[in-house]
C-alpha cells in the first residue's frame, strides 16, 4: 500500500519473530528529537520532507514528522513541536511520552535514536561538545519513598546495546539521567549521583519507558551542551553553545546512520 511505503510497516507486515527481526537489515528507522533546532540540520543531511499536509497524527497535536529514505533505510523524524500557546518547543518528558507512543504505533519503526543535547559532569569525564551513547537511563525527579515504588520512580532500564557501534565510531558511553527541569535542584544532584549519570537530559528516560512497553530497541546520543557541575551558569552555557554542539551531533549522528545502514540490530 502507498502508506506503507511512506511510513514503512515492514516488520509488523511480515509478521517475523523477534529473533528474525534482528538478524535482517535494520530498514525503518525512528528519531525522536526535542528541539527544533536539533532536529533541522538533520532533516536537511538526511533530505527529509516535512508532512505538512497528511499528518499521521491526531488533528491538533503540534507534532511534527520528516520522512525520507537515505541510503537503505526508511527515515522517520518525528519532534514534539512548539506549545501552541507560547510558541516554545515542547521539550521535557510528557512530550516525548507522547509522541514516542503515537509514533511507534503508526511507523513500526525498528529501532528508535533518541537524539538531542545534555549537560554533561565533568567529575565523569564530560566536556563541552562530546557526545555520548547511553548504556543506562534512569530518572532522577521521581521521588517515591516507599519501597519498591521508589525504584519504579527511578525506573533504570538498560538501552538497546550497540558495543560494536561504539567501539567502531569511537563514541564514548555512560549512563543518562533523566528530568523535567533544565536546572539541577539539591535532591536531583543527589539522585543523578545515585544513577550513576555522566549526561542529564529532559527526555531520554521516559523515551526508554516507552520503548521498552512496545518492545522497540531504542538507543540515546546525546551532545554535551553545558558542564553541570563546573563554574557557568547552566542556562548561559546552554544556549551559547547550543548551536556549535548541535552540529557536533550532526556529525556524530550521521555516522550512527552510515553505521547502522545495512547492518542488523544484532551487529549494532
Ligand atoms: N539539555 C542540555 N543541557 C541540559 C541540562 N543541563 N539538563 C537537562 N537537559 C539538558
Redesign the pocket.
Known amino acids: 500500500a502507498p502508506t506503507d511505503e511512506i511510513i514503512g510497516a515492514t516488520a509488523a507486515a511480515a509478521n517475523m519473530t523477534e529473533a528474525e527481526e534482528r538478524s535482517r537489515p535494520v530498514s525503518n528507522l525512528l528519531f525522536i528529537i526535542a528541539m527544533q533546532a536539533e532536529a533541522l540540520p538533520l532533516v536537511t543531511k538526511f533530505q527529509l520532507t516535512e508532512d505538512t499536509d497528511r499528518s499521521i497524527f491526531t488533528k491538533g497535536v503540534p507534532w511534527v514528522r520528516y520522512y525520507g529514505n537515505y541510503k537503505d533505510l526508511q527515515i522517520n523524524l518525528v519532534r514534539p513541536g512548539k506549545d501552541p500557546s507560547l510558541g516554545v518547543d515542547n521539550v521535557g518528558t510528557i512530550s516525548a511520552s507522547l509522541v514516542t507512543y503515537a509514533s511507534i504505533q503508526v511507523l513500526k519503526p525498528d529501532l528508535i535514536i533518541n537524539a538531542?543535547?545534555?549537560?554533561g559532569f565533568k567529575a565523569k569525564g564530560a566536556s563541552v561538545g562530546d557526545v555520548f551513547v547511553a548504556t543506562d537511563v534512569a530518572f532522577h525527579d521521581r521521588r517515591i519513598p516507599i519501597p519498591v515504588f521508589d525504584l519504579y520512580g527511578i525506573g533504570a532500564r538498560r538501552s538497546f546495546s550497540t558495543p560494536n557501534l561504539v567501539k567502531d565510531l569511537n563514541l564514548k558511553e555512560g549512563k543518562l539521567s533523566t528530568g523535567d527541569s533544565?536546572d539541577m535542584s539539591p535532591h536531583d544532584a543527589a539522585a543523578i549521583s545515585a544513577n550513576d549519570a555522566t549526561v542529564?537530559?529532559?527526555e531520554g528516560a521516559a523515551i526508554a519507558y516507552v520503548a521498552d512497553l512496545l518492545s522497540v530497541p531504542a538507543v540515546f546520543v546525546k551532545a554535551v551542551?553545558?558542564i553541570?557541575d563546573g563554574e557557568k551558569p547552566?542556562t548561559e552555557e546552554?544556549v551559547d553553545n547550543l548551536a556549535s554542539v548541535t552540529a557536533a551531533l550532526d556529525r556524530a549522528v550521521t555516522q550512527v546512520v552510515d553505521y547502522i545502514n545495512g547492518k542488523c540490530l544484532s551487529e549494532l
Open positions: 538531542g543535547t545534555s549537560g533544565l542529564k537530559d529532559m551542551t553545558d553541570v547552566t546552554f
